[in-house]
């Protein structure tokens, strides 16, 4: 079965967005199908991967959600071997032009079930807000990943995400949150140890073992148009990566 993943935290800059790309291109690296989703308007995955969000404006994730194009006209087939449905900043007023719309939740779910077979993993890169482009992404889901940075307060917001997501649950049975994984964490701050220690508490089998470091290649690689493990296959931030995809792909195996 197509594991459908909402990479989502309403907080920004959690690496929602750096996690997507990497992720995806670890999971390619093993031989997986991947298709990306841009679901924010600031199409930061879609620049991340050297598209220009402008050149594709007419047949990107915009269309699919207004419901003026089928969903296999907004493919893009990178060069580097994964799949992508680009994003642009016209994005945000689908947010607003949906609004109206009966069963506005489950339009993108529609459109994902016809190509979802085509893949082993369609990856969902969500933008810094619960809207209804999010809640689109997690009603087409069937798991949820929360990058948490690692800082003071990043664990109250953590709280109130989960227990918002299993609200929307009512909507859609087959979502679970499958993983929660610190990002950005400094080994130097004594803040960040216990970031980790008190998910770990909390959250116990659904945090992953793996902690994304703060790594200067990492923040690097996008504007080189590169993933991690390309533009720095021996940093730290492959080798993260790198785990934390080895991971998921264990997960595979108990489903
Ligand atoms: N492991 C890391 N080491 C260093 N910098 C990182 C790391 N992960 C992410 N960053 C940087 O942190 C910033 C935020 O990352 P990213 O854009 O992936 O977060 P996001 O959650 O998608 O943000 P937004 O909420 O705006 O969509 C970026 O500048 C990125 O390069
Ligand atoms: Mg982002």
């Known amino acids: 079965m197509t594991r459908i993943i909402a990479l989502t935290n309403n907080k920004g800059g959690v690496a929602k967005t750096t996690s997507t790309l990497n992720i995806a291109s670890g999971l390619k690296n093993h031989g997986k199908r ?74 993108l779910k529609k459109q994902i079930d016809k190509i979802k077979d085509n893949f082993d993993y369609i990856l969902l890169d969500c933008p810094p807000s619960i809207n209804n482009l999010t809640i689109n992404g997690l009603m087409a889901s069937n ?35 499958t993983g929660l994984f610190v990002t950005r964490y400094d080994g130097r701050r004594n803040l960040d140890s216990q970031v980790y220690e008190v998910l770990k508490e909390q959250y116990n089998d659904l945090v992953f073992n793996t902690i994304i470091n703060t790594n200067v290649a990492v923040a690097e690689a996008p504007s080189h148009q590169k993933d991690i493990f390309t533009y720095a296959p021996n940093s730290q931030g492959a080798i993260d990566y790198e785990n934390l995809v080895k991971e998921i792909l264990k997960m595979e195996v108990k489903k």
């Open 143 to 177: 798991e949820v990943f929360i990058p948490i940075a690692s800082e003071y307060l990043a664990l109250t917001g953590a709280g109130q995400l989960i227990d918002e997501i299993n609200e929307l649950r009512e909507g859609n049975n087959d979502l679970k949150i």
């Open 34 to 107: 991947v298709l990306m989703i841009d679901l924010d308007s600031q199409a930061s995955l879609t620049i991340s991967l050297g598209v220009q969000p402008e050149q594709f404006k007419n047949n990107s994730i915009v269309q699919v959600l207004e419901e003026t194009l089928d969903i296999t006209q907004t493919i893009l087939k990178l060069n580097n071997g994964l799949y992508l449905i680009a994003s642009n900043m016209y994005l945000k007023e689908t947010n607003n032009k949906i609004a109206n719309k009966h069963f506005k939740e489950f339009i």
